[in-house]
């Protein structure tokens, strides 16, 4: 069992920026892949970005491609997005989730992952 807890959110004016970060209690995520999705209540959950289980890649939603960046420490106890240049379509909850057996074909798939945070809010408004 792996416990996500996230951290930040909060609410930010349009073209702000915000951070976001998910540990998982008590342990690393090496060898894990975290991602981050986003929801707004009634729809589904969105791809927003994920790091695979090895190798340091990364990937992003087009959404977001160019504005935000997911990134971790070297121990991956910690996986940040920090949300650069933040729009009116960028609030909703954002979830932070982890598996350690999702390839790369489905890093994008929500159903590939294990485990889930809490969800945090992330806000913009003027």
């Known amino acids: 069992q792996v416990e996500l807890v996230e951290s930040g959110g909060g609410s930010v004016q349009p073209g702000g920026s915000l951070g976001v970060s998910c540990a998982a209690s008590?342990?690393?995520?090496?060898?894990?892949?975290v991602a981050w999705f986003r929801q707004i209540s009634g729809e589904e959950r969105e791809f927003v970005a994920s790091t695979a289980r090895t190798g340091g890649f990364t990937y992003y939603g087009d959404s977001v491609k160019g504005r935000f960046t997911i990134s971790s420490d070297n121990g991956k106890s910690t996986v940040s997005l920090h949300m650069n240049s933040l729009k009116p379509e960028d609030p909703a909850v954002y979830y932070c989730?982890?598996?350690?057996?999702?390839?790369?074909?489905?890093?994008?798939?929500?159903?590939?992952?294990?485990?889930w945070g809490q969800g945090t809010q992330v806000t913009v408004s003027s």
């Open positions: 989730a982890a598996g350690n057996r999702v390839i790369m074909s489905e890093l994008r798939n929500p159903r590939a992952y294990d485990w």
């Open positions: 008590g342990r690393s995520l090496r060898g894990y892949a």
